[in-house]
C-alpha cells in the first residue's frame, strides 16, 4: 500500500469505478456456464454487419479507441532507447495537425505495457504525462516459473511504479478444472498487487474450449481481477471475436450479480483500425457505453495504432494515406 | 455533431447505404411496368402503386394483370416447356449457372431494391436474401446437370403457376423458379403485390442470361391475378402464402389434377431448456422473432422457456430487446426494419392492443416519427389458451409462456394448427435427440434458428402446408414419373338373387382398434359372385365407423416409435400367414371378381408384403450438404394416420400395397377395402390377427367409398388421404382436405399398375421429411 499512486491520475477516472473486491468462489455459477460455440461464432460473425459507423463518426471511434490502447513492446530485444521511443508516442500518439483538423484536443493511448526490466524506464520516460506503466509478470507468457517468484515478480514491477500488472493464470489449472487452484492463485495475485490494478490474461488460445474460457473468466473476477484479459500474444491464437464475446458476457454476468465493473482487454491480433471498431461495437452492443473508456476497456496491441493513424488522416485529407507520414514509436 | 463530441457519445451516427442505382433502374423504365411474358415487357396497363413502406413514398407504378395477360402467359410458358424440356439437364443447367451469375453480378442493386420496396434492413437483403437466392440458381444448376443421371425415372410436370409473398421476394421466387426450371418446367409466377419490384429486375436478368422467351413469365398484380393463375391451364400450383389463402387455393385446384405444393403459416415454438446457453439463445431469438420484422413464416414467435430460468431470461431478454435499432432500412446500422405495408402494420397493431393477457413489454429503442414501424415486443405470461400463443401475428412480437418438463415443453409446442419450423435449445445433446423426432414440425434447429440453404427441405407438416423446398426433396414438387397412365373405369359390384355358395355363413365385420365391429349403421350389402351366387355380406360403414377407426388409430401412436426390425419382422409374418391361406385367398379373388387372377394377385400381395418388409429399416435419411460447420438431416418420419380408399380392381393387392409401405414406414391406416370385392380384405383381417398387428394400426372398413370418402378426409385427426377408388372421387377428397390442409394422393381418374414393383413412390407417400440443422463446434 506504500507504493505512490501519483501515476494513477489524469487518464484514468479510477476513483468512480470501485475496484472489484472479488467474492467466494461459487462453483454452482461455474458449473450452470455454458457457450454454445457455433451460436457465439455465429453472433461474432454476423456482427460487423449489423454494426458500422461512418464519416466523423469513424473518425470519433478511431480516436476512442487510440485511447484504449495498451501500447505494447514485449520483445527480448527492448531497451530503455527502445521503450522511451514507444512512450514519446504514447503521449502524442496522433499528429497534432491531424488532431487540431479534427477539432480534438490532446489524447494519449491507455498505457505502456512492457516487461519488468523496462517498467523503470518506461515509468521515468512517461513522468508527468499521467499514462500509466502496465508490467506483464508471474512468469509471462507460460507462467511456469516457482510460484513464490511469481509473486515476488508482482511486488518487484509494483514497486518499480508499473500501476497495473498483466499477471497470467496457470492454464493447467483450467485444464484439469481445478478451479479451486486457479481462485487461490488470483487471490493471492490480486493481494500481492496491492494498489496496483490486475489483469488477468487467460491464455485463451490454451484453454481448449469456449466454456472454460466463461469459467476461467468468472474465477478470475471472483478473485478480484480488475481486468480480465484474453491472451499474452505469444500463444498461436490471440484475442477472436468469439472469445470476446464470451469474455464480455461474463463480464456482464458478473456485473449484473455483484454491480461491479469488470473491465476487458482483448490482446494479440487486433492490428486494423476495422477491427478495432468492431471491437468497439462488440463492447458497445453486450455491455454498454461505460465500457468504452479506458479504465474498462484497452486494446493490447503494438501495430493497430498505426493504421488508425491512416485512417484518421485519410478522414481529414480524403486521401489514402502512407505509413511513413505518421512518426513512429 | 462534432468528432470531439461523438468521442464522447460514442453513438453510432447514420451509415446509409445509396437508393441512387435502384431508384435509376426504376426511372429507366420510366416508374411504370408492365408484365413479362414471352420474353419481353408488355405495354403498362393500368394498375397500382408500389411503395416504400419506410417513407411511403412511391417507387413505381405496376400493372394489374388481366385474364389475357394472364392466358398469354400460361400459353407462353406452354409454348416454350417442350423445347426447355427437351434442351435436357445440361443446357439448362447453363442458364441456371448464368442467372446466378447475374444475381451475384448485381448482388448490390437487389438488396437495395428489395430494400426500397420491402422495408427489411439492408443488412438482411445484403447478407441473406440474395446471397440465398444466389445459392439457389447455383445449387438448382447442379440439379439440372445431374437430373437425366441422377432422376431418370422423372419428367417435368409442364406449366407452374407459382405464387409468392411479400416477406423475402427475390428469395420466394429463387425458391420456386430455380427448382421448377431445374427439372424442363416453365413458370408462371406471380409475386406479391407489395413487392413485385425485384422480380421485374429479375425478368430483365432473364433476358441478360438469354434464357428462351417464355420459359420464366412475370405477372403482377393482387389476389385477383393470383386466382386467375390457380385456374388457369397449368399443370401445377406452387404457393407460399398465408394459410387462409393456401386452404382456399387447395379447394380451387381439387379434382383438376393439378399438383400442388402449399408452404403456409406457422407459430413455431422455440424451446430453452434450463442448460442452454441463454445468452447465445437470447440472441437466436434476435434472429428468429426480429429477423424481417418477424415476417417470416417460420419464425420462433412462440417462447416456451424452462419454468426455473424464465425470470432471468426474460430479463435479459428485454435488456437485449432495449439495443435493436429500428429505423430507416437502408441504415447498414438497423436491425429492424419497416412493416411492409400500412395494412400489415394495422393487423399487428390489433391483434397486440387486442391482449389484455399476460404482460407486454415493448422494447425502449426509439422508433423514426413516420413510416410503417412496431417496436419489438414481448408478451410474457400467456398461456396456450390465450388467442397470441395461437394466432400467427407475423410482425415483430413474441409470445411466452412456460413448462416444467421436456414432455411439458414437445406437448405445449405440439399445440398448434401448424407445424412448419421449431427451435430448441440445450447443451445436453440426449434431450436434444430425444426431442427433435417429437416434435411436430418439418424444420428443426438446434442451438440455432432460421438457418436456410438450398441443399436443405423446407416445408411444414398440418396446417402449413405440404411438400418440400430445397434439396432432393424439394425435386419431387417438379417432377413426376414417366409413362403414360390409363383412365380408370368405375367398377360396379356384381348382383345376384343367387344362394349361398357355402354352406355356412360367415360373418365379415369391420376391423377396428384390433378388433371385429359391428358396422354403426347396422345395414349390410350382400356381396354376390359373377354368376350371381351370394358370397357373403360386407358392413356398411359410414361416418362413425370412421371416428373410431381414427380414434383406434390415434391409440395406437407407439406403432411410430417402433423400429424398423419389428416392423419387418410383422411384415414378414404377415406374408407368411397369408401364404399358409393363399389357396383361399385365390379362391375368394376369383369368386368376388368371376376372374381367375386370384393365385397371381395372391403371391403379388405376399412379395408386397416382403418388399416392404424389407424397406421398413431402409429408407434412410439423407445429410445435406449446406455450407456451415455442422449438419442439416433430412430424416424421414412417418406421416402419421393415413386414410386410404383401396383400389377397386385388386382387393387384395390394392389393399395390401398401401397398407404395406404405410405400416412399414410406421404409419397407422384406416381403408376403405374395395367397394365391390371387400371380403378379401375382411378375410384379410383374420391373417393380421395372427401376425402379431398392433391393435389400431391397421384399420379396415366396408362400404360405399363415396359415403366414406369425404369423411376420411375432412378428419382433423388424418393426417394424409389416399385415393385409389374407381370411383370418381379425386376431387371430393382434395376439397375435404382442405380444411386441415391434409397431404393427399388421389389417382384423379387414373389407373394404377398394383403388378408393378417399385415402391419408391408409396414410400415417399408415406413418410414426412423433417430437416433437423444441428451446427456443431466446441
Known amino acids: ?329 | 455533431m462534432s468528432v470531439k463530441e461523438i468521442f464522447e457519445t460514442m453513438d453510432y451516427g447514420p451509415a446509409l447505404e445509396s437508393p441512387a442505382e435502384a431508384l435509376a433502374w426504376i426511372d429507366g423504365h420510366a416508374g411504370r411496368f408492365g408484365q413479362f411474358i414471352g420474353g419481353g415487357f408488355t405495354e403498362a396497363g393500368p394498375g397500382f402503386e408500389s411503395r416504400n413502406p419506410a417513407s411511403g413514398a412511391v417507387l413505381a407504378v405496376l400493372s394489374q394483370a388481366t385474364q389475357g395477360d394472364v392466358d398469354a402467359a400460361v400459353a407462353a410458358a406452354r409454348k416454350a416447356q417442350r423445347g426447355w424440356e427437351t434442351l435436357g439437364g445440361p443446357g439448362r443447367a447453363r442458364h441456371l449457372y448464368a442467372l446466378a451469375r447475374l444475381l451475384q453480378k448485381h448482388a448490390r442493386l437487389f438488396a437495395v431494391l428489395e430494400s426500397l420496396d420491402n422495408g427489411k434492413p439492408i443488412r438482411e437483403s445484403r447478407d441473406i436474401d440474395i446471397p440465398l437466392a444466389q445459392r439457389h440458381f447455383y445449387y438448382h444448376a447442379g440439379m439440372a446437370q445431374l437430373m437425366e443421371d441422377a432422376l431418370p425415372e422423372a419428367q417435368a410436370l409442364g406449366v407452374c403457376g407459382q405464387i409468392i409473398p411479400w416477406n423475402f421476394p427475390l428469395l420466394m421466387l429463387s425458391w420456386k423458379i430455380a427448382p421448377a426450371l431445374a427439372m424442363g418446367n416453365t413458370v408462371v409466377l406471380k409475386p406479391a403485390e407489395y413487392t413485385s419490384l425485384t422480380a421485374l429486375l429479375f425478368a430483365e436478368i432473364c433476358l441478360q442470361a438469354g434464357l428462351p422467351k417464355g420459359v420464366v413469365n412475370i405477372v403482377t398484380g393482387d389476389g385477383a391475378v393470383g386466382e386467375m393463375l390457380v385456374a388457369a391451364e397449368v399443370d401445377k400450383i406452387a404457393f407460399t402464402g398465408s394459410t387462409e389463402v393456401g386452404r382456399r387455393i387447395r379447394e380451387a385446384t381439387a379434382g383438376s389434377g393439378k399438383a400442388l405444393t402449399l408452404e403456409l403459416g406457422g407459430k413455431s415454438p422455440y424451446i430453452v431448456f434450463e442448460d442452454a446457453d441463454l445468452d447465445s439463445a437470447i440472441e437466436g431469438l434476435v434472429d428468429a422473432i426480429w429477423l424481417n420484422q418477424g415476417q417470416v413464416c417460420c419464425a420462433g414467435s412462440r417462447l416456451l422457456v424452462q419454468e426455473g430460468i424464465a425470470g432471468d431470461f426474460h430479463d435479459r431478454l428485454r435488456a437485449r430487446m432495449d439495443k435493436l435499432r429500428v429505423g430507416d432500412p437502408l441504415d447498414k446500422c438497423i436491425d429492424v426494419g419497416a412493416i411492409v405495408d400500412p395494412v400489415q402494420l394495422a393487423r399487428i397493431r390489433a391483434l397486440v392492443d387486442g391482449n389484455a393477457a399476460g404482460e407486454t413489454y415493448r422494447a425502449a429503442c426509439p422508433l423514426p416519427g413516420t413510416g410503417c414501424f412496431f417496436p419489438p415486443t414481448l408478451i410474457t405470461g400467456l398461456g396456450p389458451a390465450d388467442p397470441l400463443m395461437q394466432e400467427e401475428i407475423f410482425g415483430p412480437v413474441l409470445v411466452s409462456t412456460t413448462f416444467r418438463t421436456p414432455a411439458e415443453a414437445v406437448e405445449l409446442a405440439n399445440n398448434s394448427r401448424y407445424g412448419l419450423a421449431a427451435t430448441l435449445w440445450t447443451e445436453n445433446v440426449n434431450l436434444a435427440l430425444d426431442v427433435v423426432p417429437k416434435l411436430a414440425a418439418g424444420v428443426v434447429w438446434v442451438n440455432a434458428t432460421n438457418l436456410f440453404d438450398a441443399a436443405a427441405p423446407f416445408g411444414g407438416v398440418r396446417e402449413s402446408g405440404f411438400g418440400r423446398e430445397g434439396g432432393w426433396e424439394g425435386l419431387r414438387a417438379y417432377t413426376r414419373p414417366k409413362g403414360k397412365r390409363k383412365p380408370l373405369k368405375p367398377l360396379l359390384p356384381m348382383t345376384g338373387a343367387g344362394r349361398p355358395a357355402e354352406a355356412l355363413d360367415r360373418t365379415a365385420k369391420l376391423y377396428v382398434g384390433g378388433k371385429q365391429a359391428r358396422p354403426d349403421s347396422g345395414y349390410s350389402r350382400a356381396v354376390h359372385g359373377k354368376s350371381g351366387a351370394l358370397l357373403g355380406h360386407a358392413g356398411l360403414g359410414s361416418r362413425k365407423d370412421v371416428r373410431n377407426a381414427v380414434e383406434a388409430a390415434q391409440a395406437a401412436a407407439g406403432w411410430g416409435r417402433t423400429t424398423g426390425h419389428l416392423r419387418a419382422q410383422i411384415l414378414y409374418y404377415i406374408a407368411e400367414n397369408l401364404s399358409a391361406r393363399a389357396a383361399e385367398f385365390a379362391a375368394r379373388i376369383d369368386a368376388m371378381t368371376g376372374g381367375r387372377r386370384g393365385e397371381k394377385e395372391v403371391a403379388a400381395s405376399i412379395q408386397r408384403l416382403f418388399t416392404a418388409a424389407a424397406w421398413a429399416d431402409k429408407v434412410d435419411g439423407r445429410i445435406g450438404g449446406v455450407p456451415i460447420r455442422g449438419v442439416a438431416l433430412a430424416m424421414k418420419e412417418p406421416v402419421g394416420i393415413i386414410g386410404a380408399l383401396c383400389a377397386d380392381e385388386a382387393p387384395l393387392l390394392g389393399l395390401v400395397s398401401v397398407m404395406a409401405p404405410a405400416i412399414a414406414m410406421g404409419n397407422r391406416v384406416v381403408l376403405a377395402a374395395s367397394e365391390p370385392y371387400p371380403l378379401a380384405a375382411t378375410d384379410f383381417y383374420q391373417v393380421l390377427d395372427t401376425s402379431d398387428v398392433p391393435g389400431g394400426v391397421v384399420n379396415i372398413l366396408t362400404g360405399h367409398h363415396g359415403d366414406l370418402a369425404p369423411t376420411l378426409a375432412a378428419h382433423l385427426n388424418v393426417d394424409s388421404v389416399w385415393c385409389f377408388s374407381s370411383s370418381d372421387l379425386s376431387g371430393a377428397v382434395e376439397r375435404a382436405a382442405a380444411d386441415n390442409l391434409k397431404r393427399t394422393w388421389v389417382n384423379d381418374g387414373m389407373a394404377t399398375d398394383w403388378y408393378a414393383t417399385d415402391m419408391t413412390r408409396f414410400l415417399a407417400e408415406a413418410t414426412e421429411v423433417k430437416t433437423i440443422w444441428v451446427p456443431y463446434g466446441e
Not at chain 1, 460473425?45 to 505494447?72: F, H, M, N
Not at chain 1, 498461436?236 to 464470451?246: C, F, I, R
Not at chain 1, 498505426?306 to 514509436?329: C, F, K, N
Open chain 1, 1 to 329: 500500500m506504500e507504493v505512490e499512486t501519483r501515476h494513477r491520475s489524469a487518464q484514468l477516472p479510477l476513483a468512480i469505478e470501485p475496484r472489484n473486491p472479488g467474492m467466494a468462489l461459487d462453483l454452482d455459477w461455474l458449473h450452470a456456464a455454458r457457450a454454445n460455440t457455433p451460436a457465439i461464432e455465429r453472433r461474432a460473425a454476423s456482427l460487423p454487419g449489423r454494426r458500422t459507423v461512418k464519416k466523423e463518426y469513424q473518425a470519433a471511434w478511431l480516436l476512442r479507441a487510440i485511447t484504449c490502447i495498451d501500447l505494447t513492446t514485449l520483445s527480448g530485444d527492448d531497451t530503455p532507447g527502445r521503450v522511451r521511443r514507444l512512450c514519446a508516442k504514447a503521449a502524442q500518439p496522433v499528429r497534432p495537425d491531424i488532431l487540431q483538423a479534427l477539432g480534438m484536443g490532446r489524447i494519449t493511448v491507455g498505457a505502456v505495457c512492457v516487461y519488468h526490466e523496462m517498467v523503470a524506464p518506461a515509468e521515468a520516460a512517461l513522468a508527468g504525462t499521467g499514462i500509466p506503466v502496465a508490467a506483464v509478470s508471474t512468469g509471462f507468457p507460460a507462467g511456469l516459473s516457482p510460484f513464490a517468484l511469481r509473486l515476488a515478480e508482482i511486488g518487484e514491477s509494483v514497486a518499480a511504479g508499473a500501476a497495473e500488472i498483466d499477471i497470467v493464470i496457470s492454464r493447467r489449472h483450467v485444464l484439469t478444472g481445478d478451479w479451486q487452484a486457479l481462485y487461490d492463485e488470483m487471490r493471492a495475485f490480486r493481494a500481492a498487487c496491492g494498489p496496483a490494478h490486475v489483469k488477468a490474461i487467460l491464455a485463451t488460445g490454451e484453454l481448449g474450449t469456449l466454456r472454460n474460457v466463461a469459467r476461467a473468466s468468472l474465477v478470475c473476477m471472483m478473485a478480484g481481477a480488475d481486468f480480465i484479459k484474453t491472451s499474452t500474444g505469444k500463444e498461436s491464437v490471440n484475442a477472436t471475436l468469439p472469445v470476446s464475446l464470451v469474455m464480455v458476457r461474463a463480464i456482464r454476468a458478473y456485473h449484473a450479480r455483484t454491480g461491479y465493473r469488470v473491465g476487458y482487454k482483448p490482446a494479440g491480433g487486433i492490428s486494423k483500425a476495422k477491427d478495432a471498431l468492431v471491437y468497439l461495437s462488440l463492447i458497445k452492443e453486450e455491455l454498454g457505453d461505460r465500457w468504452l473508456r479506458p479504465d474498462l476497456f484497452r486494446f493490447g496491441a503494438s501495430s493497430l495504432l498505426g493504421d488508425i493513424e491512416r485512417q484518421l488522416e485519410h478522414h481529414v485529407t480524403g486521401a489514402y494515406s502512407a505509413a511513413w507520414r505518421h512518426p513512429m514509436g
